[in-house]
């Protein structure tokens, strides 16, 4: 609209400036008003969940993938009283981030994370002729548990039977 009206004037001579300042006055009046009432108006569904968690200057898919690789790789889960901190620090990640991707990526809290690697771990070993030598619970220490009840109270909650079973 602002275009044929700067084109009128500017080749023809017809003076439209009132008209042109009367367009940009309405319309900057009308998008102020939207964003003042409405803030969320011009963002997409996506941009305004990202805002409200506030972690939208991270870039989730890379740091699950780094998540995973330090989990699956490095086999983290083995150290005994693993933290959140600690898996932060790590990966250079805040803590809150770091438990808020593992809550919308596992629906799970860090510590149902860390033992559900802890339980596979267990069962691979477990079925390993290797490891037939060693007691489930030196498998389930080595695997990072803490103690005999926890290990063998997760292990129940996880796979539904006692690691005897």
Request: glycine residues 4%; without cysteine; proline residues 4%.
């Amino acid at each position: 609209l602002l275009t044929p009206l700067w084109f009128i004037q500017s080749f023809f001579f017809i003076q439209v400036f009132t008209s042109i300042e009367t367009i940009l006055i309405a319309t900057l009046f009308a998008s102020s008003y939207v964003v003042y009432f409405k803030p969320g108006f011009f963002e997409t569904p996506a941009q305004a969940k990202r805002a409200e968690d506030g972690y939208g200057n991270y870039d989730d898919d890379r740091e699950w993938a780094r998540l995973i690789t330090l989990f699956e790789q490095s086999k983290i889960y083995r150290t005994s009283r693993l933290s959140l901190d600690d898996v932060a620090q790590r990966l250079k990640l805040s803590p809150r981030y770091l438990s808020y991707l593992i809550n919308v990526r596992q629906q799970a809290n860090f510590n149902q994370f860390v033992n559900s690697y802890r339980v596979q771990d267990v069962t691979k070993r477990m079925a390993d002729p290797q490891e037939r030598s060693k007691t489930l619970f030196a498998i389930g220490l080595e695997a990072g548990f803490n103690s005999k009840s926890s290990f063998n109270q997760v292990f129940k909650e996880i796979t539904g039977q006692t690691p005897s079973a």
